[in-house]
């Protein structure tokens, strides 16, 4: 019997989902049978080899786990752990506190709030990646970190937070998206993307 095509459940804009969309293209939501793959309701969620998981980084470890070409966790211990490092410190520490669902309930401050969480974490973040890059987050290799960074920038940038400060994270982000899979991952190159934004 053939393996059935992987369903991704996404949404253009978001950051969560652009992490997941690195790794295999696509993506569609169908809110009608969303909430029983992921009761949380959150994008992604990633229907896969018989099961159904959400949340991005554990999305990203299974096609890891599975599907390691290419490897997005190096081999080395103290390089792996630096890549999950980062990448905990945007997802966990940077990301939520922007979130939709957060924003929402700030009203009028929303883009003042969103701008200092994201300016907070990246001020961490600059330091941090002064230590462990090379041409991405960590040397010179793509990985789970270069993932998550790249659309928390673009979040940063729709949110318009004054990228002056962040060279390193601004040179990584810029080498990133030259690359053809953060291209046609991009929010404006989505099936779900609004004409107006599309590219």
Not at 32 to 37: G, L, T
Not at 67 to 93: E, T, W, Y
């Amino acid at each position: 019997m053939a393996s059935e095509k992987p369903i991704l459940y996404s949404y253009f804009r978001s950051s969560c989902s652009w992490r997941v969309r690195l790794l295999k293209e696509g993506g569609q939501q169908f809110s009608a049978e969303f909430k029983a793959v992921n009761p949380m309701q959150q994008v992604p969620a990633l229907k896969i080899d018989g099961i159904a998981l959400s949340q991005s980084l554990a999305i990203i470890h299974y096609l890891e786990d599975t599907r390691p070409n290419p490897r997005l966790l190096p081999q080395d211990p103290k390089k792996r752990a630096k890549v999950r490092m980062i990448a905990d410190h945007i997802v966990s520490g940077i990301q939520p506190l922007q979130n939709q669902s957060i924003l929402k309930q700030m009203g009028e401050k929303k883009m003042e709030w969103a701008q200092n969480c994201i300016a907070s974490g990246f001020q961490a973040l600059e330091q941090i990646l002064q230590h462990t890059a090379g041409c991405y987050c960590v040397g010179d290799e793509v990985s789970m970190a270069d993932l998550c960074l790249v659309p928390q920038v673009f979040n940063a940038e729709r949110f318009k937070v004054d990228m002056g400060p962040y060279p390193t994270i601004t040179r990584i982000n810029k080498a990133l998206l030259e690359l053809e899979a953060f291209k046609v991952s991009h929010p404006s190159r989505q099936p779900d993307t609004p004409a107006e934004l599309r590219a």
